[in-house]
């Protein structure tokens, strides 16, 4: 649906990592409707930066809630990438595409296959055919501690443990891969690893400025080509087996330097925080702890609305 008014900027929502909680997603997607005029908030596109599982204890229900959406908002465009988190989620349930080449899951683990005692990766039915991040995602860690957050591990490495209960499994069965329904393994298998978008409004100091808008869960690695990390990421070629672009760090944190030439913003959840420095973008204030809002940021407007916002319309 093209926008009544041609000359008026389309909405753009990027919506932070949810992790498994509901009522956030819930309470941010109200805020987002009651603060974003009615017209422009129906034929918005809304981009879901990754991360919809762990940690939080209703990823069931996230996941339905997001399912539910084409229907309810026909004319809004919705786009759901997939994170770290999400990654691992599909490996375990046997949803990534096939290797290319013929190349085989297992060759993937050798090259991390020193961490996987203290990980516990996953051993259970199923495990030989398994990529690498279903393995660490499933798996039952040893330390219980992690150090860097100071909390609880739940589960696995990724947390996972919420996950698999809200399908009513236990953490680490492979009974999972039958309580996950088909829409919920349809969704996982659809997430795309990168969105780009020719045209997209930003209201600056000097009026509004059009964009080209890659958004892709971690950020772009420093130092590669960048079309040729979007010909990967596009392909979601899962013989890798980290991504580097849904899991890095400090490496994906700036916008790489050839992308100067041409205002381009890079949204990314991922990194636990919310830094919004020009046009880079990491909007995840939640980070999957409980007591954090989950924030979206609204273009033009650069508006930022979290779950916890109380607005008065």
């Not at 992790?19 to 034929?43: A, V």
């Not at 890079?266 to 636990?272: D, L």
């Not at 830094?275 to 995840?284: C, K, Q, S, T, W």
Request: glycine share 10%.
């Amino acid at each position: 649906m093209s926008n009544s008014n041609p000359t008026k900027p389309r909405t753009v929502c990027c919506v932070g990592d949810i992790h498994g909680y509901i009522s956030k997603l819930q309470d941010l997607w109200t805020n987002l409707e009651t603060l974003i005029d009615s017209s422009d908030f129906n034929s918005a596109l809304i981009i879901f930066l990754g991360d919809y599982c762990d940690r939080g204890p209703n990823t069931r229900q996230v996941i339905d809630f997001l399912l539910s959406l084409s229907t309810k908002y026909p004319n809004q465009t919705h786009v759901f990438l997939s994170g770290n988190h999400d990654l691992a989620f599909a490996g375990f349930v046997g949803v990534l595409p096939e290797p290319r080449k013929g190349a085989d899951f297992k060759e993937g683990w050798k090259e991390y296959e020193q961490n996987e005692e203290r990980e516990g990766w996953f051993k259970g039915e199923g495990y030989e055919r398994m990529h690498l991040q279903g393995r660490r995602w499933g798996g039952h860690i040893k330390v219980k501690f992690n150090a860097v957050k100071g909390t609880e591990y739940k589960g696995s490495i990724y947390d996972a443990a919420p996950t698999f209960e809200s399908y009513g499994v236990p953490h680490g069965s492979a009974d999972l891969v039958k309580a996950v329904p088909d829409d919920h393994k349809k969704f996982l298998a659809d997430m795309v690893w990168v969105h780009e978008e020719d045209d997209v409004c930003v209201e600056s100091e000097d009026g509004i400025k059009h964009c080209k808008l890659i958004a892709v869960h971690a950020g772009l690695e420093k130092g590669k080509n960048v079309d040729k990390q979007l010909i990967f990421l596009k392909a979601r070629d899962t013989q890798v087996s980290k991504v580097e672009a849904l899991s890095g760090r400090k490496n994906v944190w700036d916008i790489p330097e050839e992308l100067a030439e041409k205002p381009t913003i890079v949204v990314s959840g991922h990194h636990g925080k919310l830094h919004v420095d020009g046009l880079r973008l990491i909007i995840d204030e939640g980070g999957g702890y409980e007591n954090k809002p989950v924030a979206a940021i609204v273009l033009p407007s650069m508006k930022i609305i979290r779950d916890t916002d109380n607005p008065v319309k």
